[in-house]
């Protein structure tokens, strides 16, 4: 937990001279393989800086995907985790990579540019230099008017109701690779829940009957005591 006092003082400091925070990590707080109490702690310092914090930037999944960090006074969005997609191919995903555009003057986020390598077309044509297509801007991709945690919790909960943006979300969640076809109603609210919440125990709250036996073992290892348990993030 030393790891969250520093963070914590870090915060204040900021606060108290009047900066702005971009937090840069690699395991993102939602992830099933960090420890909830560690995320639930994380999720309290995003709430009380909310007003300093202009961003956070996440990996770890090798997926292009969200997490959204939620009030602890009534719910309301207060910051948004970007976890960005691998410049590695892993488990048939195209290579990514994004630019994220910043206003200089107040530090908000403006938008992202996100590019992808087609692995398909490039591993066909070898004989000149490969080129990375832009795969989406994300305003014009979700049709979001700016890039608010109001916006991105519309989008997420746009998920739930709105096939063309679930596909959507999917394709890119899987950097291109993923091929249309019937989606499930529980992996739909898979996708929302873990998109909808920053700490684990709360997706897997949101899940309930549709968790599935992976997603089970997972909570087990959260809640279970033991040497084996996860470290903390």
């Given at each position: 937990?030393?790891?969250?006092?520093w963070?914590?003082?870090?915060l204040?400091?900021s606060?108290?001279?009047?900066e702005?925070?971009?937090i840069i990590?690699h395991?993102?707080?939602?992830?099933?393989?960090?420890?909830?109490?560690?995320s639930?702690?994380?999720?309290?310092?995003?709430?009380?800086?909310?007003n300093?914090?202009?961003?956070?930037?996440?990996?770890?999944?090798?997926?292009d995907?969200?997490?959204?960090?939620?009030?602890?006074?009534?719910?309301?969005?207060?910051?948004?985790?970007l976890i960005?997609p691998?410049?590695t191919?892993?488990?048939?995903?195209?290579?990514?990579?994004?630019?994220i555009?910043?206003d200089?003057?107040t530090?908000?986020?403006v938008?992202?540019?996100?590019?992808r390598?087609?692995?398909?077309?490039w591993?066909?044509?070898?004989?000149?230099?490969?080129e990375?297509?832009?795969a989406?801007?994300?305003?014009?991709?979700?049709?979001?008017?700016?890039?608010s945690?109001?916006?991105f919790d519309t989008?997420?909960?746009?998920i739930q109701?709105?096939?063309?943006?679930?596909?959507?979300?999917?394709?890119?969640?899987?950097?291109?690779?993923?091929?249309?076809?019937?989606?499930?109603p529980r992996?739909?609210?898979?996708?929302?829940?873990?998109?909808?919440?920053?700490?684990s125990?709360?997706?897997?709250?949101?899940?309930?009957l549709?968790a599935?036996?992976g997603?089970l073992m997972?909570?087990?290892?959260?809640i279970?005591p033991?040497?084996?348990?996860?470290?903390?993030?």
């Amino acid at each position: 937990m030393d790891q969250l006092a520093w963070m914590r003082n870090e915060l204040y400091l900021s606060e108290r001279n009047g900066e702005n925070v971009f937090i840069i990590g690699h395991i993102n707080p939602g992830s099933y393989g960090c420890d909830s109490e560690w995320s639930a702690r994380y999720r309290a310092l995003i709430d009380r800086f909310t007003n300093i914090i202009r961003g956070q930037f996440y990996g770890h999944t090798h997926n292009d995907e969200i997490e959204m960090v939620r009030s602890y006074a009534d719910n309301a969005p207060v910051g948004v985790v970007l976890i960005a997609p691998s410049l590695t191919t892993y488990s048939n995903l195209n290579p990514s990579f994004r630019i994220i555009e910043v206003d200089v003057d107040t530090n908000v986020l403006v938008d992202i540019q996100q590019y992808r390598l087609d692995l398909n077309k490039w591993n066909q044509n070898t004989t000149g230099p490969i080129e990375w297509d832009l795969a989406y801007t994300l305003l014009d991709q979700y049709s979001m008017p700016d890039m608010s945690y109001g916006s991105f919790d519309t989008l997420v909960d746009s998920i739930q109701v709105d096939m063309n943006v679930t596909e959507t979300y999917l394709y890119n969640l899987n950097s291109g690779s993923y091929k249309k076809s019937a989606v499930a109603p529980r992996d739909v609210q898979h996708i929302y829940c873990t998109a909808k919440h920053s700490v684990s125990e709360d997706a897997f709250k949101c899940l309930g009957l549709n968790a599935t036996t992976g997603d089970l073992m997972d909570m087990a290892q959260q809640i279970l005591p033991g040497a084996w348990k996860f470290d903390y993030c």
